[in-house]
Antibody, heavy 118, light 107 residues
């Protein structure tokens, strides 16, 4: 069965960078886009971007260009998102989700909570 | 970018009632509209895709409709497990914007 296992909660300092992971299993990792979504406390869902592990192609929404960097390791079926120059507004839960071929997100990870605090 | 306007932002209803959530889109997305359900502290879950197709395991009391720029999600005979937040999202090409969400609470 398809599973997306995300890394544990992170506490980071303002100005630092953090790299979150999403390990996929139960399907061919390289054949599906992996999406990343942000959710601030009490707020809605915000699309960050996506990566196609098969060739490393990436897409970002304008707001997250330069803030988030998506990579993927085919050997371990793991997608990564690095968030840089951390500020308080980066404190959120970050989800990875698999994009089904018809474009919707059919499987989601459990989320990683990032807290930015000095 | 395509804008998604979801209403209402919050909704209070009783078990057994029928509710409708709407999603208005800034441009024609045909039927490339998805609905997700999110319960408190949990990940979103796929509910409806292609505007009206129920995801596997979703009860038939849920139904999606609409095309173009106007969509709706209807829940008949609300059950206790239906309370939570609902989000629409288009899947008509990146960036995949979400609606602001509807929080469905027990009256």
């Amino acid at each position: 069965q398809v599973q997306l296992q995300q890394s544990g909660a992170e506490l980071a300092r303002p100005g630092a960078s953090v790299k979150l992971s999403c390990k996929a299993s139960g399907y061919t990792f390289t054949n599906y886009w992996m999406q990343w979504v942000k959710q601030r406390p009490g707020q809605g869902l915000e699309w960050i971007g996506a990566i196609y592990p098969g060739d490393g192609d990436t897409r970002y929404t304008q707001k997250f260009k330069g803030k988030a960097t998506l990579t993927a390791d085919k050997s371990s079926s793991t997608a990564y998102m690095q968030v840089s120059s951390l500020a308080s507004e980066d404190s959120a839960v970050y989800y990875c989700a698999r994009e089904e071929r018809r474009g919707f997100f059919d499987y989601w990870g459990q989320g990683t909570t990032l807290t930015v605090s000095s | 970018d395509i804008q998604m306007t979801q209403s209402p932002a919050s909704l209070s209803a009783s078990v057994g009632e029928t509710v409708t959530i709407t999603c208005r889109v800034s441009e024609n997305i045909y039927s490339y509209l998805t609905w997700y359900q999110q319960k408190q502290g949990k990940s979103p879950q796929l509910l409806v895709y292609n505007a009206k197709t129920l995801a596997e395991g979703v009860p038939s009391r849920f139904s999606g409709s609409g095309s173009g720029t106007q969509f709706s999600l209807k829940i008949n005979s609300l059950q206790p497990e239906d309370f939570g937040s609902y989000y629409c999202q288009h899947h008509y090409g990146a960036p995949y914007t979400f609606g602001g969400g509807t929080k469905l609470e027990i009256k």
